[in-house]
């Protein structure tokens, strides 16, 4: 069974960069596709930005494509979002997702219990 924990939450500034930390526990991550969801108050949860088990293959929303960036790290069995250029729409609780079949695009199988990211004007 895989946990993930996220960390890298806060409050910043628009116009900042910002990265979140995913940790996987109780199992490994490597073949696993990962990905990074955000959910905004009164929205619907959106995948931001994908990424296949090898890391070949990703996939980014139109919100963020151009100013972010997943990534894994096999051997810490740690997935990392980076976001530059931050937008108060960007504000919002962000989740690390897990996907058994590997892909970028889920199915989701395993979730993190969130980290909250405000971004001020």
């Known amino acids: 069974q895989l946990q993930l924990a996220e960390s890298g939450g806060g409050l910043v500034q628009a116009g900042d960069s910002l990265r979140l930390a995913c940790a996987a526990s109780?199992?490994?991550?490597?073949?696993?596709?990962m990905g990074w969801f955000r959910q905004a108050p009164g929205k619907e949860q959106e995948l931001v930005p994908g990424?296949?088990?090898?890391?070949?293959?990703?996939y980014y929303a139109e919100s963020v494509k151009g100013r972010s960036a997943i990534s894994k790290d096999t051997a810490k069995n740690m997935a990392y979002l980076q976001i530059n250029t931050l937008k108060v729409e960007d504000t919002a609780v962000y989740y690390c997702?897990?996907?058994?079949?590997?892909?970028?695009?889920?199915?989701?199988?395993?979730w993190g219990q969130g980290t909250q990211v405000t971004v001020s004007s």
């Open positions: 997702a897990a996907s058994s079949l590997g892909g970028p695009r889920g199915p989701w199988d395993y």
């Open positions: 109780g199992s490994t991550a490597s073949s696993h596709g």
């Open positions: 990424v296949s088990w090898s890391g070949k293959s990703t």
